[in-house]
């Protein structure tokens, strides 16, 4: 060949060879499918999830615990101590750094209590540095408020929002919740508990919508709504029946029929997932002798194929290693992994032990790599939708402008007006500023000044943040002169001279208000007496509170009592005796500039109880929707009623209700404000089928509504009476409605002295 050919024909190989290597190159270099914001979720979760080795895939199913709090209880615990605990933890074996090489390895799907955003962006910006990016998903326990971070919006808890009855509200806080959670960079709240609280005994009440299952179930749903269309998962928890443990305390176990599931704890559920829960934690307690975490009865039997649940299933703390220490059930932490990944577990909450457990179950055969990649595509698709990928960060300046802005706060303020219930007053409520102006007033009692009142699952807030009782009173009536007698923080370690002070000072002043309850304050774990892991034998008073209360009321000033507390207290001396009694519940960081203005009569009171209050706790369980016989043979001595009923609450104005009547399928009342100021007014519309097949409850809350009312309106409520409202699991355990009568009673508490009644037929 001459040489000028094999030149050419040389160039046109090297030619043909570069337009190769540049197609490789840019097929190589093309951005993979997942990295597309353009592709549907679906392509993106399949495309990431075929390039994931197993050891990625088990990563993105575990959780841990933030370097931070590691780092904080590193060697300071025992292993006993781990597994007894609920909020602290550390990996014995494993420092910060080692997870921190975790994570940039990709093996670390989840965090929580990551409590600041300079932590979550540094962690995140380490996962974004591994193999294939992918970001974290950061929980948190946002129950009330983003209010593990400082600098958030403290809101009343859960039972507190119940007790308004405005699902609307309870929408609100969670979207804002939500946008501040976001700007935190916290992805996913572990909320809303759904739990019936069925005994006063269980210190989680406060974070339960109550005792209802119908309030609960719509009270969860906004919830969840106000989360999900916010961009922030929900929970849905705990499945299921911790409200009604053995002896009240918390993972104790519970055994309860399939009836009674179906009809009392399974419909918040049920209405969570309906509204999009993206998430379901599973219950620390055992259910009718197999532990919820290892329950596929419950995971997929009930949660995947009868209520069609799409999203993924996270364990509560260290509940599958619980499944082998407490419950023995399992061999072994790798058995118990192996039995809850089989009966539906799809994330583990927490602790790196899983990580090479899960690795050998799938390498040895027992667990099938498609069984992970289930789990692991319910993982995925929650981080896609959530936009983690095209948004792993926030900033310092978007938390600063939206975390605790003004209409919050403004929102904070009328959820507490509308969650604090008044319960007693002999005519001292509303006060009148100018009667009292130059007076002096008592105000002392564990929680009047003290930020205890923004209650369980809050971190320190800014001393400015919160409103306490005192702060509120002071604030709002500058010309009043409020004598404070503190009485410290500890209900278990009052001082007796400080109670006798404050009687002394009762002497000369003209009005006593005590603020009394419970402590909750996560950061002082230990000395708390409410909230999560803070069972008790009793519902009443903790230390001197009761003692202070009596001697305080023993000047024959009159006095108000208020509770701050998250389970139902009961003090029936104090019902008999003093002149008003609110209960605040957890108010929140707004509680005492909400409470000033329920006492000064700025706002009239319109909340109701949730959660029935019994005289002690000898009479659990009491509940509004109790079976005919449960008082077939009253107590000889004590009464068979609670202290304070399901639904109660009183206003400074006076309701009446009248003209209750059916008329094609639709109940009809007439509620007339008959006092001089205005008002809202909770109806409750309640039913008890007549004769059944199984014995059914005395009645069941099946509609309400909140109307405000001018003095001398009356306005027609109208409540479609629907199929629903009327069926229950019968002797076959079906849900139907049985024809026959139907008693309707409708008014304003489950009192029968405060309901109308109506008979009709289906
Ligand atoms: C509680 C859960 C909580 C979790 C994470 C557990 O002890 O039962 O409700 O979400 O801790 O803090």
Redesign the pocket.
Known sequence: MKQGTLHRALCIVNRQLIIVAMATLVACTKAPVYTDSSASVEQRVEDLLKRMTLEEKVGQMNQLVGVNHIRMNDGVLTEEEILAH??LACYPGYTADSIEQMVQQGLVGSF??VVTLTEANYLQSLALQSRLGIPILF???A?HGNAKFCGCTVYPTNIGVACSFDTAMAYRIAKETAQEMRACNMHWT??P?VEIARDPRWG?CG?TYGEDPYLVSLMGAQTVRGFEQNNVLS?L??LVAGGQSSNGT??APTDLSERTLREMFFPPFQAGVAAGAGSV?M??NELNGVPCHTNAWLMTDILRKEWHFHGFIVS??I?IERVAAIHHTANDNQDAYYQAILAGIDMH?HGPEWQQAVVELVRQGKISEKRIDQSVRRILTAKFQLGLFEHPYATAEDSARICFSEAHQQTALQASEQSIVLLKNDGILPLQQEVWKGKHILVTGINADDANIMGDWTDPQPADHCWTVLRGLQESAPEIHFDFVNQGWDPRNMNPQQVQKAAQVARTTDLNIVVCGEYMARYRWHDRTGG??TDRSDNYLVGLQEELIRQVAASGKPTILIYITGRPLSLPWAQDNLSAILYAWEPGQMGGKALARILWGEVNPSAKMAISVPYHVGQCQMIYNHKPSLALHPYVLGPTQPLYAFGEGLSYTRFAYSNAHLQNDTLFVDVSNTGEREGVEITQLYVHDDVASVTRPVKELKAFRRTALQPGQTVTLTFPITDDMLAFYTADNTLRVEPGTFTFMVGGSSKNEDLLKVVGSR
Do not use: S, Y
Request: charged share 35%; proline share 0%; hydrophobic share 35%.
């Open positions: 609920n909020a929580l209590h929980g948190i326990d129950i572990f909320n508990d989680r974070e929970c928890k705990h918390n993972g934690m219950a620390h509560d703390w509940d909450m999560e892991d």
